[in-house]
T-cell receptor
Framework: NAGVTQTPKFQVLKTGQSMTLQCAQD?????MSWYRQDPGMGLRLIHY???????DQGEVPNGYNVSRSTTEDFPLRLLSAAPSQTSVYFC?????????????FGEGSWLTVV | DAKTTQPPSMDCAEGRAANLPCNHS???????VYWYRQIHSQGPQYIIH???NNETNEMASLIITEDRKSSTLILPHATLRDTAVYYC??????????????FGQGTILTVHP
């Protein structure tokens, strides 16, 4: 997986706590996004960004906030964690937000909310 | 985005070619077909993509029918490390769809010794 770094890899939260999942890429990619994957299911898009200062909602945005102050970083914030947010989270990036540009994924962040 | 249909599982003998089919009968003219795979719960790994023509890279070949309603991913010499879930995805080309990959259930490919 080309140059998309996610931290932390594992995290346990209590219900109501907040936290930020970090995502960084050093490839000068314009497009970045966050997905979640629940057990036995495919990935679902949470939020995405087509460039610094621009973000938009994906398929399942509720309970998550994002910002894109730099090209390199795209953090995902959980303001008040809920057990339903227990999942594996993947950050992804692409050179440009067009169909012919490949999207590359990070290794994932495992989040458990108890 | 066009929906894709894949068989839930397939088996392949090590060293043989693995041919993974995908139906995408509602694909639009400017939508690409992408293939990813996921090993255990690692991040999805890009394999190949195409629009109309057949494509080949160091990992695989992608054969797209002339009417673009179906495609086949070919792993020419499958190894045990190719055991994974393979996702066929049609990627939207317009509006807010261009960045979105819609993952279905995929095909679980098991490569046997």
């Amino acid at each position: 997986n080309a140059g998309v770094t996610q931290t932390p890899k594992f995290q346990v939260l209590k219900t109501g706590q907040s936290m930020t999942l970090q995502c960084a890429q050093d490839m000068n990619h314009e497009y970045m996004s966050w997905y979640r994957q629940d057990p036995g299911m495919g990935l679902r898009l949470i939020h995405y960004s087509v460039g610094a200062g621009i973000t938009d909602q994906g398929e399942v945005p509720n309970g998550y906030n994002v910002s894109r102050s730099t090209t390199e970083d795209f953090p995902l914030r959980l303001l008040s964690a809920a057990p339903s947010q227990t999942s594996v989270y993947f950050c992804a990036s692409s050179p440009r937000a067009s169909s012919g540009n490949t999207i590359y994924f990070g290794e994932g962040s495992w989040l458990t909310v108890v | 985005d066009a929906k894709t249909t894949q068989p839930p599982s397939m088996d392949c003998a090590e060293g043989r070619a693995a041919n993974l089919p995908c139906n995408h009968s509602t694909i639009s003219g400017n939508e690409y077909v992408y293939w990813y795979r996921q090993i255990h719960s690692q991040g999805p790994q890009y394999i190949i993509h195409g629009l109309k023509n057949n494509e080949t890279n160091e990992m695989a070949s992608l054969i797209i029918t002339e009417d673009r309603k179906s495609s086949t991913l070919i792993l020419p010499h499958a190894t045990l490390r190719d055991t994974a879930v393979y996702y066929c995805i049609v990627r939207g080309a317009g509006g807010t769809s261009y960045g979105k990959l819609t993952f279905g259930q995929g095909t679980i490919l098991t490569v046997h010794p």
